[in-house]
T-cell receptor
């Protein structure tokens, strides 16, 4: 079990659907992250929120829309995805010290997304 | 960003020590050395990190070379549960760059 909870664990969606991935942590962490991981590849950073504000967007297509409603929750809204977007989507959180991201990350176990 | 180089894969026998190497010849003075591992069907898990001195915790030990251009993650007695991909990552203190994963080493443990 991890302290970062991601729902759903699995999601299958069509290219015209709109869906959302959810992530929750109650460790008081103020930095939250979305990573994307394709099979047998390392995780790739997508977005970083710091104190509920979007801090980093790694040139992610607009069909992925992150949202941080409060310090415990992180959402990833999905719209008009392509089959190549099928992957494991990982959420993580960390404490933040002096506005830098040098604290260990705590990861959830991910949402496995399949786009048909 | 400073890069790390790790072997693609390694194999170990159960209950024997495992030494996972990482080269980081372009490391800067403010870079911390972090290790994460990812077990099958799970998210990455923090293992250990250090700056200059060797570090020990309940999971592993981290040995850092004197010139800091390489480091070794040591699992003292490998178990089947330690089979995972191990990532060595440089993490800049005071920087605004979050964790970026390299390719990692896939560790297999043989019973």
């Amino acid at each position: 079990d991890t302290e970062v909870t991601q729902t759903p664990k699995h999601l299958v969606m069509g290219m015209t659907n709109k869906k959302s991935l959810k992530c929750e942590q109650h460790m008081g962490h103020r930095a939250m992250y979305w990573y994307k991981q394709k099979a047998k590849k390392p995780p790739e950073l997508m977005f970083v929120y710091s104190y509920e504000k979007l801090s980093i967007n790694e040139s992610v297509p607009s069909r992925f829309s992150p949202e941080c409603p409060n310090s415990s929750l992180l959402n990833l809204h999905l719209h008009a995805l392509q089959p190549e977007d099928s992957a494991l989507y990982l959420c993580a959180s960390s404490q933040e010290q002096d506005r830098s991201f040098n604290s260990p990350l705590h990861f959830g176990n991910g949402t496995r997304l399949t786009v048909t | 960003d400073a890069k790390t180089t790790q072997p693609n894969s390694m194999e170990s026998n159960e209950e024997e020590p495992v030494h996972l190497p990482c080269n980081h010849s372009t490391i800067s003075g403010t870079d911390y050395i972090h290790w994460y591992r990812q077990l099958p069907s799970q998210g990455p898990e923090y293992v250990i990190h250090g700056l200059t001195s060797n570090v020990n915790n309940r999971m592993a030990s981290l040995a850092i070379a004197e010139d800091r251009k390489s480091s070794t993650l040591i699992l003292h007695r490998a178990t089947l549960r330690d089979a995972a991909v191990y990532y060595c990552i440089l993490f800049r203190n005071s920087g605004n760059t979050p964790l970026v994963f390299g390719k990692g080493t896939r560790l297999s443990v043989i019973a």
